[in-house]
């Protein structure tokens, strides 16, 4: 590798690993992304005081590429707690793991919104997938949660109060349509870890990442977007001598030409796909809205570190005092709180509608409380957050060379919609590159 050029496209969460591995194993790396930050579809916003995350997005400790690309004791990690409050209108009830929750356990054993028969079952999947690794799971035979549940028995009422809420509010999609692949690994992780936020919102976890990568000698180009990338495969579009050692790639950027001996495409799939034309990069979105409002600290919901699920309206989905579990979210006296609401549809709705809902939807909740205080501060839209992963997609992503030549391809879409499936993309493209030079 030593002494050998490559451009990354995209400083996401992808594309920062593979620039890191690909500098430490002695490449000359160029990191072109074009916005003017760090962290793609992983980035927060700092507004009067608060910390907003662009959409409301959580990191999952258990997951092998977190443990292995992150310094998780720099990020100063805060801890939801296992489980989650069953809300509907005039009842809240708190469903959390009985065998780590030590404190919700009781309530958790008592809830009567869940059967004792579900309860059990839980267990069992619990044992069922425990033994299974990424790959063999990904790999196993699919079909959609909602059918995988039915299999094993779970209650309608289970599936439509708890699962659709929690792990719609995972997959962005509640009908729970998503491929049961997803739902595994994601039970799996939230069985042997937790879920938390960096003190300082989940953008920290692409800012570590990106100044890993420079401290290993990549540079970082922001505000600068490529256009077109000729690597010389397939019809000759370019002059050799602009391309790297070899042939190469010449990466076309809104500033000019870049040659390089290597490019890695680690944007978001629709631009991987106009930018390599590879057809099996997954291009439909869920998408989704999330708010934030401002709370006076006393009239805050306080859930003990949980998310509020919305079990028996789909909109919004969940509502989370995250300033309960982050304090550092909201400055002293306030308290800030999120509400998502899933689908495209939400993409048009009127921020004051969303607001009044949320607003609403407190009270119903919390018919004691006061809510007329409630203030939204900022409303994310969010057209792509994630691609929908339907049963049997996952077999048909392409792999990290799929576009052959010198163009090598990482991001979400070469594994699946998550932190993992970028992170872990984009260590196996940064391999991908090393073995082949
Ligand atoms: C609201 C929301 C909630 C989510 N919830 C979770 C969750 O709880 N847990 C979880 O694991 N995952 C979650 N995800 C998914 C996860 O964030 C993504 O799967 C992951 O961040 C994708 O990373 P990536 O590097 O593959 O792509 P991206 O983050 O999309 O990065 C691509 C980068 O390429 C840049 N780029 C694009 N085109 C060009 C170009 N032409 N030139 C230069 N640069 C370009 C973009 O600006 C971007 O920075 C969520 C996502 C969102 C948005």
């Known amino acids: 590798m030593d002494g050998d050029s490559v451009v990354v496209v995209g400083a996401g ?44 997005q959580v990191l999952f400790t258990a997951y092998p590429a977190v443990r292995r690309e992150l310094d998780l004791d720099a990020l ?8 989650a409050v069953i809300a509907r209108p005039g009842s809240r009830s708190v469903l959390s793991d009985p ?46 949660i909602r059918s995988y549940l039915r299999e094993w028995g779970f209650s309608e ?47 920290a976890v692409p800012e570590q990442l990106a100044d890993r990568a420079r401290d290993a000698g990549a540079s970082i180009r922001l505000d600068e977007r490529v256009t077109s990338i000729d690597d010389g495969v397939g019809e000759d579009r370019g002059d050799d001598s602009v ?35 590879i057809d099996s990069i997954p291009r439909e979105a869920r998408s989704c809205v999330t708010q934030y409002y401002r709370l006076p600290e006393e009239s805050v919901p306080r859930t003990g570190r949980k998310l509020l699920l919305n079990a028996g309206d789909p ?3 969940t509502v989370v005092p995250i300033s309960e579990v982050a304090p550092e979210y909201a400055p002293d006296g306030s308290a800030l709180l999120n509400a ?46 994630q691609f929908a992963q339907p049963p049997g997609l996952h077999e048909t992503l392409p792999g990290v060379r799929a576009a052959g030549g010198a163009t090598y ?13 970028a992170l872990r993309s984009g260590r196996e493209a940064a391999r991908a590159v090393e073995r082949d030079r």
Do not use: C
């Open 99 to 144: 065998l780590r929750d030590v404190r919700a356990a009781g309530a958790s054993l008592r809830n009567s919104e869940v059967t004792l028969s579900d309860k059990f079952r839980t267990l069992l999947l619990r044992q069922h997938v425990g033994t299974r690794t990424e790959s063999e799971i990904f790999r196993a035979s699919d079909r959609s």
């Open 315 to 317: 909109s919004p989905n």
């Open 157 to 203: 009422d289970y599936v439509d109060n708890f699962v659709a809420p929690f792990y719609g509010g995972i997959t962005l999609d509640r009908s729970l349509s998503t491929s049961k692949r997803v739902f595994e690994y994601t039970f799996k992780a939230l069985s042997e870890g937790r879920i938390a936020v960096p003190a300082a919102g989940m953008g």
């Open 340 to 385: 998502t609401f899933l689908g495209e549809t939400a993409l048009d709705r009127d921020a004051d509608a969303l607001a009044e809902e949320t607003r609403l939807t407190l009270e119903a909740w919390y018919p004691e409380r006061d809510f007329s205080a409630l203030e939204p501060v900022r409303t994310h839209r969010i057209e792509f957050a």
């Open 243 to 277: 391309r790297g050692r070899d042939g190469g790639v010449a990466v076309e950027t809104e500033a000019g030409t870049i040659a390089a001996d290597a490019v890695v495409v680690a944007t978001d799939p629709k631009e991987a796909h106009r930018l390599t034309g």
């Open 76 to 83: 100063d990690l805060r801890f939801f707690r296992p489980g």
């Open 409 to 421: 391809l990482a991001g979400d879409y070469t594994a699946w919609s998550s932190i993992q499936g």
């Open 13 to 56: 969460l992808a594309g920062l690993v593979a620039a890191r591995r690909l500098a430490t194993a002695g490449a000359d790396v160029t990191v072109v992304e074009r916005r003017s930050t760090v962290g793609g579809r992983v980035r927060t916003e700092n507004r009067d005081g608060f910390t907003l995350d662009r959409g409301f």
